[in-house]
Structures are given as C-alpha cells and as structure tokens.
C-alpha cells in the first residue's frame, strides 16, 4: 500500500456536541485520510446520524467493541467520559487526542499545540504516546503567538484578560444566550449569573487562592507546553455574550528589548497567526471576523511605554476550531505524518 492509499478509522467521542461536529467539519475540509467515522455519545443521540463526505454514520454509545479498529480516538465528551474510556480505546490500540482536562496536567501525557511543542507528541522510540491533551482553548490560542516571542526575545510574564465566547460551554452555554435573549425564565444560570446584555468573570469554579480552574489552567498549562516553568501568567477570564471565538488583551513582558516593527514581522511569518493590525483602516481581529477560521489572530499590537520591554495586543481564535477541533486534528496530523 503506498502511503497515499493509507486510512484511518476515526473515532469521535461527543460526536453531537459543538466540539465534536466541529471536527468532523474539520476532518472533511481538511482531507484527512479517513476510512471510517466512529461517532460515538450519549444514550441520549444513540440513532442519529451523521454525514462525512455524503456517506452516513449512525452514532452509537461508547463501548470496548466500538473501539477495535480505531486508530484515532477524537475526545470531547467531558472529563468524566475521557476517564472512563480513554484507557479502554488506547488498549485497543488507538491513539487517543483528549480535549477535555481529565490528562492535561499528567506527567506522562503530553499537552500539545502543533505550532509550539509537536515533538512532545512522541516517544523516545518515534512511536506516539497513547494519549494526547488538548490544551484549554483560552491556553491555546495565546501560546501559539507567545511562542516566537519566547524563542526570540525570552518571555518573563503575561497579564491577560480574557473575552471568552458562550460557546466555550458547549451547547447548554450556547442555548442559555438564546434563550436569555429570548426573555425566557432561567431556573439556574449557566454562566453563574444572566450572560445577555452582561459580562461574568468567572469562568469556573474559584480555587482557593482566589483565582478560578480556567485562569489556573492558563498558568500551569502555559508552562507545561512552553516547558518553561519560569513564566509568569497573571489571568482574568470572562465569559461575554458572543458567538464565533474568545478574544484575549495580553500585556506582554519580555526578557530583551524589541524593535516593534520587527516583532510585528516575526508574528506575521510565525504559523498558525494571521496579522491584522491596521488601526488607520479600524482593521483588528474581532470574534466574528474570526468565526469558522484555523488561524490565531493578533492587531493592536503596541509598546508598552509605561514598563519596560513591555507590549500589549489584541487576539482572537475561533474556540471551537484552533481552541479545540482543528488543534486535535492537527496532532492527528503529524501523528499520521510520522507513521
Ligand atoms: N466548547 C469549547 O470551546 C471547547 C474548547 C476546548 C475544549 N472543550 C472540551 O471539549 C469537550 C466537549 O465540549 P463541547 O463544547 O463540545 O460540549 P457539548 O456541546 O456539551 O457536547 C458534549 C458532547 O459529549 C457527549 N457526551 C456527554 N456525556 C457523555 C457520555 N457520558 N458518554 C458519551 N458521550 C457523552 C454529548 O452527547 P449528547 O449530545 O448525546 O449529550 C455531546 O456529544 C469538553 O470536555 C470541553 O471541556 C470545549
């Protein structure tokens, strides 16, 4: 079989959710060599149907049997589902990517962006570890453009402050905007208070040094995917009502002094970011204009002139797609790249 014949059997694990028929969208546009889908959820979707290039796929429950076979395991059905299966689809000899937090912070699982550490994904052998982490989508999208900042200038602290989309909760975070907006009565708030016409800075529980699970997933995650646990990130997240992506405002410390424009240069050649940085044109990336992209987008970007070695920019990523499906199938990427 030349390698141009090669195909996977893929399976989708929260193939109904706003993650997972993301990916399959991803999968399909960007021409992953695919044999089979393996949609799998809840009992709750058991008989629906899903579409991959015009053929049918009947979603199934999770199960040992609908794992033989699958070579890659997409998750996003939750932590407690990543739990339950992802050993069982790895000792079926599947390689699991997992976007829930379940093995994020493990030592032994990597936690990998492809435009930052594609190396982590495999073993000292070359073979690829069972399961891979997908990073949290407000992790993801800063350190692609924290990257070749780090490698160029050396990074020494990040004060970021997120805008984060209803649809970083899935679809009950999604259906709690409409139905807000449609001025039907809440018996709980999903978003902790009302998310139409509102701004909620929590996202997550609180811990108890104050700060919540995502801004602590943005501090120890950064870390482990920069490996570099020297750098600082101080985070504020905020859920507000929109569609189409997370925006961040990032104060940006570095270690040695840049020339602006030319640091402008290395973001607009570096993968994975597209610039749009023309404030005479009122051109800045903004979460519609984001909305169904790969691409990190990164304007505003100005010095700092109150401290030292210091800038501030503006980027935005489409949470569904570079925050969670495009970033998994990235990694499937260069794991079929290199097998
Ligand atoms: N939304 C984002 O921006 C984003 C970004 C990064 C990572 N993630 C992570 O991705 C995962 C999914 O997020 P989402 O936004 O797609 O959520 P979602 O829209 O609520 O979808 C959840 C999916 O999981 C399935 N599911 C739930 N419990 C299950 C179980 N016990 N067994 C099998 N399937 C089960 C659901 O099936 P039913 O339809 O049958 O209920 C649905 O397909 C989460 O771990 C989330 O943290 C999300």
């Known amino acids: 079989m030349s390698s141009s014949d090669f195909r996977c059997r893929v399976a989708v694990l929260g193939a109904t959710g706003l993650v997972g028929r993301t990916m399959i969208k991803v999968l399909e546009e960007r021409n992953f060599p695919v044999s089979d889908i393996v949609p799998l959820a809840s009992s709750r979707s058991v008989g ?8 049918e796929f009947i979603i199934r429950e999770p199960s040992k049997e609908a794992f ?19 050993q069982i689809a ?7 990517i997992d976007n829930s937090s379940a093995f994020r912070m493990d030592a032994d699982v990597p936690l990998v962006v492809p435009e930052v550490n594609p190396g982590d ?9 069972p399961i891979i982490a997908n990073p949290n989508c407000s992790t993801i999208q800063m350190v ?10 050396g990074l020494k602290r990040v004060v970021v402050s997120t805008y ?8 009950v975070g999604r259906d709690a905007l409409e139905s807000e907006l449609a001025g039907e009565k809440q018996d709980e708030f999903t978003h902790f208070h009302q998310i139409a016409f509102n701004a909620v800075p929590q996202i997550d529980a609180f811990t108890e040094n104050g700060y919540t699970k995502e801004e602590m997933k943005m501090v120890n995650e950064t870390r482990k995917i920069m490996g570099d646990d020297a750098i600082s ?4 997240t905020v859920r507000i009502p929109v569609y189409g992506g997370h925006g961040e405002s990032l104060n940006i ?26 404030p005479s044109a009122r051109l800045y990336p903004m979460p519609l204009t984001s909305y169904e992209r790969d691409e990190v987008f990164v304007g505003r970007i100005r010095r700092d002139y109150w401290h030292p070695r210091t800038l501030n920019m503006w980027i935005v990523a489409d949470n569904l797609r570079k925050g969670a499906a495009t970033n998994a199938v990235q990694i499937a990427e260069v794991v079929v790249a290199k097998n």
């Not at 629906?48 to 053929?55: L, N, Y």
């Not at 699958?70 to 992802?86: C, M």
């Not at 410390?253 to 023309?278: K, Y």
């Open 48 to 55: 629906q149907v899903i579409t991959f290039k015009g053929r």
């Open 90 to 96: 790895a000792g079926e000899g599947a390689i699991v």
């Open 164 to 171: 984060q989309s209803v649809t970083g909760k899935g679809k």
């Open 253 to 278: 410390e570095l270690e040695r002094d840049f020339d602006i424009d030319e640091l402008r240069e290395l973001l607009r050649t570096s993968p994975g970011i597209i610039l749009q940085d023309d």
């Open 233 to 236: 990130v101080s985070p504020t």
């Open 68 to 86: 033989q076979g699958v070579d890659i395991a997409l998750f996003s059905a939750g932590a407690k589902a990543s739990r339950e299966w992802a």
């Open 144 to 153: 692609v453009v924290l990257k070749p900042l780090h490698d160029r200038f």
């Open 121 to 129: 994904i495999f073993k000292g052998d070359g073979t690829p570890e």
